[in-house]
């Protein structure tokens, strides 16, 4: 099993729509949690932090359910703007230094 | 403030030629990383380095080199190219070694 997982997509939704993505781990030591959005042929840049408590901001919820070892991303209202890759990163903190773990990335498209 | 700058943007070697890339930040943070892109592979973690002066494997880090020149600059050199180390890469930077600043990336062709 992969140490962390996305479905890659893409999700095609019209604009307007509310998409979820899910990002399941596998290491349950695992500490912290991220969501990032990569444009075509761009670098990834951090979308928000994810927290037990849920975490919003704006049109854009994240959520960890760290029972069920997965960490959601919830966009409402859908613009053609949010077209992208979002990769979920999950961050094992150790004594000998963190260690990150990138996803695949889920492709978004979101259409008139 | 340019962030994270790697360069060169774009790069064609031939088998067995080697290069370097290069990567700077101007946000003063300590821990720099260099990650190459696949499809299908994600992001993974050739090395990084946690301070000036220290530098560590990471997931994929054979037929790679690093040096972490000083605080801002974190070089990868590639000794001897070969076709599988066609790639993406990506530097990246971090304060609190949690979120990251990735510059543009270089897209690396081996023939």
């Known amino acids: 099993r992969k140490e962390v997982e996305q479905d890659p997509g893409p999700f095609n939704v019209p604009e307007g729509a509310t998409v979820a993505f899910n990002c399941t781990y596998s290491?349950?030591?695992?500490?912290?949690f991220f969501w990032y959005r990569q444009d075509c042929r761009k670098e990834p840049k951090l979308l928000m932090s994810?927290?037990?408590s849920g975490n919003e901001d704006g049109r854009f919820t994240a959520q960890l359910n760290r029972a069920s070892q997965y960490i959601s991303l919830l966009i409402r209202d859908s613009k053609l703007s949010d077209s992208a890759t979002y990769l979920c990163?999950?961050?094992?903190?150790?004594?000998?230094?963190?260690?990150?773990?990138f996803g695949t990335g889920t492709q978004l498209k979101v259409e008139l | 403030n340019a962030g994270v700058t790697q360069t060169p943007k774009f790069q064609v070697l031939k088998t067995g030629q080697s290069m370097t890339l290069q990567c700077a930040q101007d946000?003063?943070?300590?821990?720099m990383y260099w990650y190459r892109q696949d499809p299908g592979m994600g992001l993974r973690l050739i090395y990084y380095?946690?301070?000036?002066?220290?530098?560590d494997k990471g997931e994929v880090p054979n037929g790679y080199n690093v040096s972490r020149l000083n605080k801002r600059e974190f070089s990868l050199r590639l000794e001897s190219a070969a076709p599988s180390q066609t790639s993406v890469y990506f530097c990246?930077?971090?304060?609190?070694?949690?979120?990251?600043?990735f510059g543009d990336g270089t897209r690396l062709s081996i023939l």
């Open positions: 990163v999950v961050i094992l903190l150790t004594g000998g230094g963190n260690k990150l773990t």
């Open positions: 290491n349950s030591a695992s500490q912290s």
């Open positions: 380095s946690a301070s000036e002066g220290t530098t």
């Open positions: 994810v927290y037990s």
């Open positions: 990246a930077s971090s304060e609190d070694r949690l979120s990251q600043h």
């Open positions: 946000m003063n943070h300590n821990s």
